[in-house]
Structures are given as C-alpha cells and as structure tokens.
C-alpha cells in the first residue's frame, strides 16, 4: 500500500526556518517525481514545489523561490522541504504527494494528510 | 505563469442528476509532441487530502467510479459528474501540470440539492 507521512510542522516566529519530511512507503522512491502542495485555512490548493525522480531537477512556485528547498534522499525514501524565511503567509497545512510518474510533469496520485504549519509571533 | 479558472464557484445538484464543472487554463496545456493534455482533476472532501479522479484531462485513475469523466483540450475542461451521489459531496480542482508553476484552479464545491 502507497503512503507518504508528513512531519516536522509545527508553530514558528515570522523570519524563522522549519523543515518538513515526508517518509514514503510501498512503491519505489526513487523511481517516481515528488511534490509538496499547501492549503491555507479554509482556502484552496497552492503548488509549491516538485522533484524529478533521479536527476533531481527541481521547479518553485514564485512565492517560495528562494526561500524554500526541496530535496530528496532516495536511500532513505524521504522527501524533504527545508523553508527559511517564513512569513505568516506561509501559514497552511503542508501536503507531500506522490507524481503519476518519474518526470517532474505529472498529476500527483498519492497525497499524505500533510503537515499544519503556523507562522505567527 | 498559467492562470487556472474554474466555473462555476459552487453548485447544488439533486442527488442522481449530473454536475458539470468547468475549468479554463490561460494558455494551452496541450503538447504537441505527445497530443496530451496536461490537465487533472481533484476530489477533497472536507477533512481529507485531495485525490485524483483524472488525469491527462480524460484518463480516469484507478478505482474511481465511472460515473466521473472528463474531457476538453487546449484551454478549456470540463468534469461532470453523471449522476450524482451523497458521496460526491465536496470540492473540485483542476490543475495544469504542462508548465511550472503547476498552477490549481479555485475550486468548484459541490453540494446536494
């Protein structure tokens, strides 16, 4: 059975840094590309970041560029998002989800139930 | 960056009959190369992650009921939901996956009539 895990959200200051990690099992990692969504409170789907399968090409979206880092460790089968500079418009709840295929352009199949990520003072 | 919208904002439909959404990407996600739309669609109901209902604007993943189907190509989508069950209850978005940012559309919530 596919799952992906999330964890390591949690309730952080404006300017902080938190790193989140997605454990993945029942499929082969490495084989296949990986993304993060996030979901404000009460608010629609935002994409935010994905992972090629095995040239670990990356892509952003605009309001994380340069801020946030996706990364991957196939011998671990964990996805990761490191996020520096939070703002509080960062605040949601942070989904790792697993592509249809190893190319970075592809729907996204397995979704975990993500991880909350409050960024207040 | 590819602007997704999605129409209408909700609806309300009896149970049995069918709901229609559409959804619209400011250029085209068709590649010429393949002849694909690179265009899904996704169910969240309250509470739960998203899941993937279709793919490839008209490939229905595994497992979901074939009352759900989509189609369009280029720039305009559309998911209808054929005869709608209490189950269907929730909300809807496509998203382009053919360019970066793989932009999601607004969302389309559905409800019993």
């Known amino acids: 059975e596919v799952q992906v895990l999330e964890s390591g959200g949690g309730l952080v200051q404006p300017g902080g840094s938190l790193r989140l990690s997605c454990a993945a099992s029942?499929?082969?990692?490495?084989?296949?590309?990986m993304s993060w969504v996030r979901q404000a409170p009460g608010k629609g789907l935002e994409w935010v970041s994905v992972?090629?399968?095995?040239?670990?090409?990356?892509f952003y979206a605009d309001s994380v560029k340069g801020r946030f880092t996706i990364s991957r460790d196939n011998s671990k089968n964990t996805l990761y998002l490191q996020m520096t500079t939070l703002r509080v418009e960062d605040t949601a709840l942070y989904y790792c989800?697993?592509?249809?295929?190893?190319?970075?352009?592809?729907?996204?199949?397995?979704w975990g139930h993500g991880t909350l990520v409050t960024v207040s003072s | 960056d590819v602007v997704m919208t999605q129409s209408p904002d909700s609806l309300a439909v009896s149970l049995g009959e069918r709901a229609t959404i559409n959804c619209k990407s400011s250029q085209s996600v068709l590649y010429s190369s393949n002849n694909k739309n690179y265009l899904a669609w996704y169910q969240q109901k309250p509470g739960q992650p998203p899941k993937v209902l279709i793919y490839w604007a008209s490939t229905r993943e595994s497992g979901v009921p074939d009352r759900f189907s989509g189609s369009g190509s280029g720039t305009d989508f559309t998911l209808t939901i054929s005869s709608l069950q209490a189950e269907d209850v929730a909300v809807y978005y496509c998203?382009?996956?053919?360019?970066?940012?793989?932009?999601f559309g607004p969302g389309t919530k559905v409800d019993i009539k």
């Open positions: 029942g499929f082969i990692f490495s084989s296949y590309a």
């Open positions: 998203q382009q996956y053919y360019t970066s940012p793989f932009t």
């Open positions: 989800a697993k592509g249809g295929g190893g190319s970075r352009y592809s729907h996204l199949d397995y």
């Open positions: 992972i090629s399968s095995s040239d670990y090409t990356t």
